[in-house]
């Protein structure tokens, strides 16, 4: 890849030629702070805290959107960045609830996070006249507070552009825009198959998953691994408070790129469901009596021989599951054909 | 072809039609036939004639006699007496259309002398629903020349040693925005015309397409052709109705031409034209959120770059110029580059329309060569502040410029000057203040539009106008403290270096300077409590002086009843009760009742 030299913070560096700012800082180690970029994403530039002196521009630029030039003169961290940066981040602020105590994002929020990197209190612009707004819980996976958005646009433009669902948009002008939905009728009347791709790039707590359990970011540990649902292999990071699941990010695996579906995002109530089977049972005179593995796997090998003793191997048919993984699925049909001798052999996702 | 001995040219812009043009002019036509005339006289529907205060306007030719404030009942009159005896309606004319007792023509008026049109050619002359008589006016030889005679580099050259620069705002030399976009390959290139005119009190882009239409059309074909477009569109509000129609009449009647459409002057250059009307949101006006409008997204900005001229309409190449940008480029392909820069200055050459509005007596559109200063435009041309008002300061560049003083008044205007005294061209909006006027007030009201207008995208614009907007609301309502004007400049040089687009970065402009200008005024607002323009009514009090007659008539008028006194003695306003309307002033025979 072609190589240009740049100036930043007083020292050349040579970087691709193809880089925005912020990507070519971020491959020298410097951090430029954002909120609404996301690499999967087309480049937003509005929550404005990316912003960096350029010599001989007119304004501050973007670090997220402006492509670096051979020659190009950055301050990332000048005071007129720092003050601007500030600034912004009083904005912010003054336009959110000061509810850090209570809010369970705390930890794991970034408009926090750079608030105390910036010593910005929420004083300075204090007394915002803004409106209460009603949280909208109508989905069943997960909840939006406009009150808390900062309208960094990520949920939007990740429902537009990764999920392709386009359920949520911009509504209204000026300070009374908001992330709507088709007729503002709720979350659970628009087009949403509740995803929570949108829940997952929140940089704030606006939109939050619906937790049984109450949890701080720093309380619990995360395990990644990958998603038991299908056979994509997604990746997924388990949240796991006291031995016990409380929630799931997705992680940036080969072949889910930091997304998930609704049943990976939300579906993991059934780990410590009291309903799941943890042990086989077998049915004796029409009751369900608890075994041990190996009655229950003497019983499935001494049928199946049976059965293939009496009425042949192609008297037998396996189905194999798509949230088994490639692994298992190989096996399964092996045995059916080389085990058991027949090639009725099915996976529910053979479309 | 008939040869009418007389013309009645009725203007028929939006705010003549609006008091009644159609009815005047249908009523020209009857009585014109009822007389036996209408072969001899010819009654014709132009465009804006710019002089909109004295409208509805009626302009007879071969005398030039220019008929302000018409009617429907005024119409018998002028048709017996000018049009069928020969003797000019002296009452009814425009008033300085007198001098002494000699009658001028229109070109004699003042309003009309020091302007010289080059965008507004036609309007006002020509029948914009009639492509003939655009024709008639060498319309369309512009495009002939262009197609048949030049290749498109050299029309590129000719805008580029021209000079105009861009009439929408931003000032951009149109020839090199052009090259930009003529030098990219691809499979299709857009031109855009912005007609989505949205600063306060601007209307000359309105006047163009509703005078003047088949210029924009021809224009565009033009641009189509040197930078390798065979599209365009025309982007319009829906709030000019006029204007969409007679477009949508201009475009049509080209196309039954072959002037737009395929192989035009069997040149092989295709062009087609659309409109797309825009739902009236001023951050529309902006490239970028235009571009995103037509596509049928929410017009909010992006980030440039890219450019459009690189990727804009569908990510293809797209060129987006505005109405009167475009008004001048027929003039400069059949006149020549020497031609265009033979006004204005060597930088901003050429003529510049502005909007008249505010304290002026004379409303209205007035193009002028730029370096004119404005103490000309104000007083010669405008006529200066109504009821003998001292003059304060004029507001140009809409909501996105600054305001300008006594002291810069004779300072030659173009596109440098402006912005080297904190304001800028803008689209040409102008609006004048007098003494009347508090200009915390106006950096409120400004703001106001622009905190409405945002597109809501990025934080400094969405957040830090709304929150200045704030501080401005509680200066003017006597809630000020010590540290807002520090407060507000702070964000004021935020918004304007941190903002996404070239709304929010100079919506700050209003309240910058008139700080810059009149910080005296703020203090005055914040420190002592005191509006020294009498504007801001909670920081008011209205008290009767020693001149009351005690005539009653303020205490019987007054809606709230908060003044006592006997008969012929000095009556006295309960402070605390009173809402300040202002109808004792209004209703005070001996000017008694003052505000401080």
């Known amino acids: ?351 | 072809m008939t040869i009418f001995r007389s013309h009645v040219l009725m203007c028929s812009g939006t705010g003549c039609v609006s008091s009644n043009a159609d009815q005047i002019l249908a009523r020209f036509k009857e009585k014109i036939k009822e007389v036996g005339l209408e072969k001899e006289v010819q009654v014709i529907k132009t465009g804006c004639f710019g002089l909109c205060e004295s409208g509805p306007n009626v302009l007879i030719y071969p005398e030039g006699s220019f008929y302000s404030h018409m009617s429907v009942d005024k119409v018998d009159e002028v048709v017996d007496e000018h049009l069928l005896k020969g003797r000019i309606v002296k009452k009814y004319l425009y008033k300085e259309s007198i001098d002494k007792d000699l009658i001028k023509s229109v070109d004699e008026i003042n309003f009309y002398k020091k302007q010289k049109r080059v965008a507004l050619k036609n309007c006002g002359i020509i029948d914009p629903e009639n492509i003939n008589e655009y024709i008639a006016m060498n319309g369309y030889m512009a495009l002939g020349k262009a197609l048949t005679e030049m290749n498109p580099d050299e029309v590129i050259q000719l805008i580029k040693d021209s000079g105009l620069r861009g009439r929408g705002g931003g000032g951009f030399p149109t020839g090199v925005k052009w090259s930009f976009a003529a030098r990219n390959k691809a499979d299709q290139k857009y031109m855009i015309c912005n007609a989505d005119e949205g600063d306060p009190g601007a209307f000359m882009d309105r006047s163009v397409l509703e005078g003047d239409p088949h210029t924009v059309i021809e224009a565009m074909a033009i641009a189509g052709y040197a930078i390798g477009a065979t599209k365009g569109f025309v982007y319009v509000r829906a709030e000019y109705p006029i204007a969409v129609n007679r477009l949508e009449i201009a475009i049509n009647q080209a196309k039954e031409k072959g002037l737009l459409g395929k192989n035009i002057f069997n040149s092989g250059f295709d062009f087609d034209l659309e409109i797309r009307l825009g739902a009236g949101a001023f951050v529309c006006g902006e490239e970028t959120s235009l571009i995103a409008s037509i596509e049928g997204h929410r017009g909010m900005s992006r980030c440039k770059p890219p450019f459009p001229a690189n990727q804009g309409l569908w990510t293809r190449p797209t060129i987006i110029n505005n109405v009167e940008t475009l008004a001048n480029i027929t003039q400069i392909v059949l006149n020549g580059s020497k031609w265009f820069r033979s006004f204005g200055t060597e930088n901003s050459p050429g003529t510049k329309v502005f909007a008249l509005g505010g304290k002026i007596n004379n409303t209205g559109l007035v193009e002028i060569p730029m370096g004119t200063t404005l103490r000309e435009v104000i007083y010669d041309i405008g006529g200066g502040c109504p009821n003998g008002k001292e003059f304060k300061a004029v507001q140009t560049g809409g909501p996105s410029g600054g305001c300008i003083t006594k002291e810069n008044i004779d300072i030659p205007i173009d596109f440098d000057t402006l912005t080297s005294i904190g304001s800028m061209m803008g689209s040409g909006g102008m609006i004048v203040m007098d003494e009347d006027n508090c200009m915390v007030d106006i950096a409120r009201f400004f703001l106001d539009f622009t905190v409405d207008e945002s597109c809501g995208k990025c934080t400094p614009c969405r957040d830090g106008t709304k929150k200045m907007h704030e501080i401005l609301d509680n200066i003017t309502s006597g809630k000020g403290i010590n540290g807002d004007i520090e407060k507000l400049l702070d964000l004021a040089y935020t918004i304007k270096d941190s903002a996404l687009c070239g709304l929010g970065q100079t919506a700050p402009n209003p309240v910058i300077s008139t700080i810059r200008y009149f910080r005296d005024e703020y203090e005055a607002h914040i420190n002592e409590k005191r509006c020294p323009a009498g504007v801001c009514k909670p920081l008011l009090s209205y008290y009767i002086t020693d001149n009351c007659i005690g005539c009653t008539k303020c205490a019987r008028n007054c809606p709230v009843n908060c003044i006592s006194g006997e008969v012929k003695k000095k009556h006295v306003i309960d402070t605390n009760a009173c809402i300040k309307c202002g109808s004792c002033i209004t209703d005070c025979p001996v000017n008694a009742i003052i505000k401080r």
């Open chain 1, 1 to 351: 890849m072609e190589k240009i030299i740049i100036i930043i913070n007083g020292k050349e560096a040579q970087v691709d030629k193809n880089f925005t700012i912020l990507q070519a800082a971020k491959s020298l180690g410097i951090e430029v702070p954002t909120i609404c970029n996301d690499n999967r994403l087309v480049p937003h530039g509005a929550c404005r805290m990316c912003v960096v002196e350029v010599k001989n521009a007119r304004a501050l630029l973007t670090a997220c959107t402006t492509p670096v030039a051979e020659g190009m003169e950055i301050n990332t961290h000048s005071e007129r960045v720092i003050n601007s940066r500030k600034t912004t981040l009083e904005l912010m602020i003054a336009n959110h609830p000061l509810d850090c105590l209570t809010c369970s994002k705390a930890g794991n929020c970034k408009l926090q996070d750079y608030c105390f990197e910036y010593d910005v209190t929420g004083e300075k612009f204090s007394g915002f006249d803004k409106d209460d707004l009603p949280i909208d819980d109508s989905n069943d996976f997960y909840t939006f507070d406009p009150n808390k958005c900062i309208l960094c646009g990520k949920c939007v433009k990740v429902c537009d552009e990764l999920q392709c669902t386009s359920a949520i948009g911009f509504s209204g002008r000026g300070f009374s825009t908001h992330v709507s939905h088709p007729f503002e009728a709720g979350m659970d009347y628009s087009t949403c198959v509740s995803c929570g791709n949108c829940v997952s790039v929140c940089p704030v707590g606006a939109l939050m998953p619906k937790e049984k359990t109450k949890f701080r970011e720093w309380e619990v540990k995360k395990t990644q691994t990958t998603c038991s649902y299908c056979g994509v292999g997604c990746q997924i990071e388990l949240k796991v408070k006291n031995n016990k699941v409380v929630g799931v990010d997705p992680a940036m695996g080969p072949s889910n790129d930091g997304l998930l579906c609704v049943k990976g995002k939300f579906g993991y109530k059934f780990i410590n469901h009291p309903d799941r089977l943890k042990i086989p049972l077998i049915k004796k005179d029409g009751v369900f009596n608890e075994a041990t593995w190996d009655e229950a796997y003497d019983l499935i090998a001494s049928k199946i021989n049976e059965i293939k003793k009496e009425h042949g191997s192609d008297s037998i048919a396996g189905l194999s599951s798509a949230r088994a993984t490639n692994e298992d699925n190989y096996l399964m049909q092996k045995m059916m054909r080389a085990v058991i001798g027949t090639n009725n052999i099915d996976h529910c996702a053979r479309l």
